[in-house]
């Protein structure tokens, strides 16, 4: 069974730029959540889709946004780039039936704003 | 606010011991705990989770829940210099809500 993936590995983006990374959750998971890991700092919840819907947001600017399509995969944009949004994205997808709730993660995508 | 806490470390341990992880949370309606590995430069990796009182056994892995103390833990038998990661503990305050991650805690596991 394929895992999560992300793309791009790496993405290197000029501070006013826009971002664009993705994700494509394991086969049969319906949700799909975004996570932000500064280095050395933990994991900050970002957003959160379940069946094409944001269901959650954690404490970001609007800047940051999303989407999931039809297909379950989803898109994190980051719009007018600030040096602080270098960090590692993450990407996981969970199944969410009954009570089954663990997430499981992609690779990452290092987003670098110089 | 919903809070989940861990020591930093970092947790040194010698090869062959029991390494004991703990975490605590606020949110005493929290319902599913979980726990995972991240090697540095690395994703999180998925060791346990855990839903129910009690131990839960999974190879040289024991993940220790008590919802009236607000405790979970993770004992690691046998550690193992590869078992050196950060540990992140993550729980679900109520069913349908999004994960809610522990800072981590840095373990060593010194040959």
């Known amino acids: 069974e394929a895992g999560v993936t992300q793309s791009p590995t790496h993405l290197i983006k000029t501070r006013g730029q826009q971002a664009t990374l993705r994700c494509s959750p394991i086969s049969g998971h319906t949700s799909v959540y975004w996570y932000q890991q500064a280095l050395g700092l933990g994991l900050q919840f970002l957003l959160w889709y379940d069946e094409g819907e944001e269901r959650n947001r954690g404490n970001f600017p609007p800047r940051f946004s999303g989407r999931q399509f039809p297909n379950y995969s989803s898109e994190l944009n980051v719009n007018a780039l600030e040096l602080e949004d270098s960090a590692l994205y993450l990407c996981?997808?969970?199944?969410?039936?009954?009570?089954?709730?663990?997430?499981?993660f992609g690779p990452g995508t290092r987003l670098t704003v110089t | 606010q919903k809070e989940v806490e861990q020591n930093s470390g970092p947790l040194s341990v010698p090869e062959g011991a029991i390494a004991s992880l703990n975490c605590t949370y606020s949110?005493?309606?929290?319902?599913?705990f979980f726990w995972y590995r991240q090697y540095s430069g690395k994703s999180p990796e998925l060791i346990m989770f855990?839903?129910?009182?009690g131990d839960k056994e999974d190879g040289r892995f024991t993940a220790q829940l008590n919802k009236a103390s607000q405790y979970v833990s993770l004992l690691i038998r046998d550690s193992q210099p590869s078992d050196s990661a950060t540990y992140l503990c993550a729980v679900i305050p109520n069913y349908g809500q999004n994960f809610v991650f522990g800072p981590g805690t840095r373990l060593s596991v010194l040959p």
């Open positions: 855990i839903y129910s009182n």
């Open positions: 996981a997808s969970s199944p969410r039936l009954l009570s089954s709730y663990e997430q499981y």
């Open positions: 949110d005493r309606g929290s319902q599913s």
